[in-house]
T-cell receptor, first 113, second 113 residues
Framework: DAGVTQSPTHLIKTRGQQVTLRCSPKSGHDTVSWYQQALGQGPQFIFQYYEEEERQRGNFPDRFSGHQFPNYSSELNVNALLLGDSALYLC????????????FGEGSRLTVL | AQSVSQHNHHVILSEAASLELGCNYSYGGTVNLFWYVQYPGQHLQLLLKYFSGDPLVKGIKGFEAEFIKSKFSFNLRKPSVQWSDTAEYFCAVNLYNTDKLIFGTGTRLQVFP
């Protein structure tokens, strides 16, 4: 049973560029959330997707956008990258069983130079 | 705004010592409470959770946590730590009927043999 998978694991971009991160949820899960974890901080909620729509959003600018596909996989897009966007981006999935447990991937580490 | 505070940023213990990690949250309404753990090189995983009922909850690997509503606290405990407990521990809350998790900044635990 595959867990949450994310790609790429590491990437380096320069300021002003755009990045797309990808996530496949755990088998059987239909809800995907994205979190940003800066160095020395806890994860911060970016947004959540369910049924291909953004259901909740955290306090992040419009430069952060996402998408969910019919197979429940998801993408996180960040435009006009800033140095402060350097972080570990975590994807988490949940299912209809509503246990409240999030299953996390290992993350995509983004470095913006 | 809702927040989670973890007062211990870095804890160093010898094997067999007892552990207590503090967690306080700020929100007056109904919350669900979680402790997640991140072992070196691994993804975040759920240690234990509290939704309702007995305020003393037991999780995996001998961990337990006590919800004290009057103190807005959800401290994590383990009577006797092992070297394999070396990890980063995150306390998190979500508001009742939402999926957005608010994390603390984490506590890094190092256990020496």
């Amino acid at each position: 049973d595959a867990g949450v998978t994310q790609s790429p694991t590491h990437l380096i971009k320069t300021r002003g560029q755009q990045v797309t991160l990808r996530c496949s949820p755990k088998s059987g899960h239909d809800t995907v959330s994205w979190y940003q974890q800066a160095l020395g901080q806890g994860p911060q909620f970016i947004f959540q997707y369910y049924e291909e729509e953004e259901r909740q959003r955290g306090n992040f600018p419009d430069r952060f956008s996402g998408h969910q596909f019919p197979n429940y996989s998801s993408e996180l897009n960040v435009n006009a990258l800033l140095l402060g966007d350097s972080a570990l981006y975590l994807c988490a999935s949940t299912g209809t069983e509503n246990t409240g447990e999030l299953f996390f991937g290992e993350g995509s580490r983004l470095t913006v130079l | 705004a809702q927040s989670v505070s973890q007062h211990n940023h870095h804890v160093i213990l010898s094997e067999a010592a007892s552990l207590e990690l503090g967690c306080n949250y700020s929100y007056g309404g109904t919350v669900n409470l979680f402790w997640y753990v991140q072992y070196p090189g691994q993804h975040l995983q759920l240690l234990l959770k509290y939704f309702s009922g007995d305020p003393l909850v037991k999780g995996i690997k001998g961990f337990e946590a006590e919800f004290i509503k009057s103190k807005f606290s959800f401290n994590l405990r383990k009577p006797s730590v092992q070297w394999s407990d070396t990890a980063e521990y995150f306390c998190a809350v979500n508001l009742y009927n939402t999926d957005k998790l608010i994390f603390g900044t984490g506590t890094r635990l190092q256990v020496f043999p």
